[in-house]
């Protein structure tokens, strides 16, 4: 096949790319990283205690799909069989992610650190769940008003939560949070994998985030209320205050042109303001 | 024995009918009415989302096991779909995202109040509601295994017995868990057993029903579950659903034929 005609070519000025296939992305979900993951090249003590404590709380945020769906399958989100059969790899695919940080975080905790358990998932029972933002039947409730304008809210919703977390995915790929200062090939070999599993869900989020938003001014309005209300990460909901904060302060920490950077990602989506994009980065920060 | 979450979710993978010869389907294609039960049951496998959407709303969700299994069951669930509809595709019938889409957009009212209503009973019984979800869903898996079942001996089709038996082998994984679940929630509760004794047997109806047409339905279960083989497989799933503790005595499939009209 000529490289230069098939799928990953720069689209010609005119003429839209290809939709995202999301019956291509199902067949191509991908599980379990752990053979992929070269855990006895990281050495123990890689990395500082802030960068595994951030790599364990963003195994619990990634992990933190069925809540999120929750949130979101009460409304009229659920009828749409196209974002549903993308959802159900979605969670899948961060199921894995999850695992794989928690084994990263195992081989590279610092000595003295509690070792992260490499083997299992983690106890999400006895994390603290509080209320953060409303519950499902207040989002029912809401959605019967919403229709389906609240789809593109939450694709947006989705969208934003991949750009935040990509903050600290990118600071982790950097040199600045290993022990002693130099790369590690292994722990960066890790973190790509698990940017490019990302890439796609950001492409899909994305995608149908701006179709909706730009075709509904509705969906734009529904989608600056929820960015302005969510509680940032979207999964703050399954960790301590503590590790949110400390997670923020990580990945808000390393570039100071950060939350520039974000607000620019959050401003890229159609209908959404800078006044939304500097709330979102304010309750991140707060 | 209990289930272990961890070996299924290493094992968990999309059903594979890649090796299949589904071109034997237009050399000895399948009649109209055994079409019509493949759709149903694509449509309903499809429709997992919206089962864990009413699970999601009560407290089981906060529980790792739970949400594990549940995240790998909705694609297993899934790729049934795909499977299924490969089976329609060759005999013309095409399933795209865009009619679900609008299959779901006729669902209404009772469609979305569904959530709330579980979300309320949930909130008012507690963390013993989850006992009747997991018996729910063991009632639903156990009668899915069984219509697989019934397809492949009615059919007689080697290449759809096939296919349906690897499908059925994944679904008896699933069983597994929700047994395991029911089992341990309901031993350890009076006020679990009642909630989950009263549910079932009020409110329990054929996997699809709050989905799918009345005439759908009733279909399904009529192509199926007619006749003495049929009302035996019944009987046999309100064998297993009945030796769970505390709900012995129940006969909730054989019931919902009756509702049906299906003739035994």
Known sequence: MDDLSGAGSTPTIGVEPAPFDVRDFARTAHGSHREGLDLEAIPDAALTREAVRTILTLAELEGATMAHLRNVLVTATHKDARVTAFLVSWAYEKYWVADALRAVAGAAAPVGATRANDASRPAVAAAPVRARGRGPIRRALAGFAQGSDVIGAHLALGCVDDLVLDLAYARLAGDVPTADGTPDPALGDAIRRIRAIKARHSAFFHEEATRRLETSPRAARLARRELSRAAWPLGAASVSDEDRRSFARFALGGDPGSASALERGIRSLAGIDERTAARVTGRLAG | ?264
Not at chain 2, 53 to 61: A, C, F, G, K
Not at chain 2, 240 to 257: F, K, N
């Open chain 2, 1 to 264: 024995m209990a289930f272990d979450i961890d070996r299924y979710t290493a094992t968990s993978v999309a059903v594979d009918w890649s090796d299949l010869d589904l071109e034997a389907f237009r050399r000895e294609p399948l009649p109209g009415s055994s079409l019509r039960t493949l759709r149903y049951m694509a449509d309903v496998e499809y429709h997992t989302v919206c089962y864990t959407r009413d699970l999601l709303t009560t407290p089981s969700h906060r529980e790792s096991d739970v949400s594990a299994f549940m995240t790998m069951w909705n694609r297993e669930e899934f790729w049934h779909g795909e499977a299924l509809a490969a089976v329609l595709a060759v005999h013309g019938v095409s399933i795209d995202y865009d009619e679900l889409k609008a299959s779901r957009l006729k669902l209404g009212w009772k469609d979305r109040l569904d959530p709330i209503k579980q979300s309320v009973l949930g909130g008012l019984v507690g963390q013993d509601f989850v006992a009747v979800h997991m018996s729910w869903g063991a009632a639903n898996e156990w009668s899915a295994i069984t219509a697989y079942q019934r397809m492949a001996e009615l059919e007689e089709h080697p290449v759809l017995a096939e296919l349906l038996r690897r499908i059925a082998k994944q679904e008896a994984r699933h069983v597994a868990f929700y047994t395991s679940q029911a089992r341990e929630r309901l031993a350890a509760s009076t006020k679990a057993q009642k909630v989950t004794r009263f549910a079932l047997s009020r409110f329990w109806a054929p996997v699809g029903s709050s989905i799918m047409a009345p005439e759908e339905v009733r279909h399904v279960m009529g192509h199926l579950m007619s006749g003495e083989e049929g009302r035996r497989a019944a009987r046999k799933v309100d064998d297993s659903i009945s030796g769970m503790p505390g709900l012995a005595g129940l006969t909730i499939v054989q019931d919902a034929l009756d509702r049906l009209g299906v003739a035994s």
